[in-house]
């Protein structure tokens, strides 16, 4: 089972950023379409930002786009979500994981929590 590890969240003032580092647990990443997912408070899992293995194509969630910036250096076997003018509704736990996974089926790890508030 491929195992992801995140961090960089935190506390942060609305207006302000954030960069949110996943790494992969025993694994090469570089073949892997890896997505962010995020679960607000009483929401759902749901998928925010998700890039390709190569080129690579990037995905974002209306909400985020814009904003945030999904990137991935191979070579630290890391995938990045850079997140800019946080605002309260991006509170959340975020997870990592490859692009095609249901956010509804398995269980997730603890993720990184984020707290957007004054």
């Known amino acids: 089972q491929l195992q992801f590890v995140e961090s960089g969240g935190g506390l942060v003032q609305p207006g302000g950023s954030l960069r949110l580092s996943c790494v992969a647990s025993?694994?090469?990443?570089?073949?892997?379409?890896v997505a962010w997912f995020r679960q607000g408070p009483g929401a759902g899992l749901g998928v925010i930002s998700c890039?390709?293995?190569?080129?690579?194509?990037?995905y974002y969630a209306e909400s985020v786009k814009g904003r945030f910036t999904i990137s991935r250096d191979n070579a630290k076997n890391t995938v990045y979500l850079q997140m800019n003018s946080l605002k309260p509704e991006d509170t959340g736990v975020y997870h990592c994981?490859?692009?095609?996974?249901?956010?509804?089926?398995?269980?997730w790890g603890q993720g990184t929590r984020v707290t957007v508030s004054s």
């Open positions: 994981s490859t692009c095609s996974r249901n956010p509804s089926v398995g269980s």
């Open positions: 025993g694994f090469a990443l570089n073949n892997i379409a």
């Open positions: 890039i390709s293995a190569s080129r690579p194509d990037t």
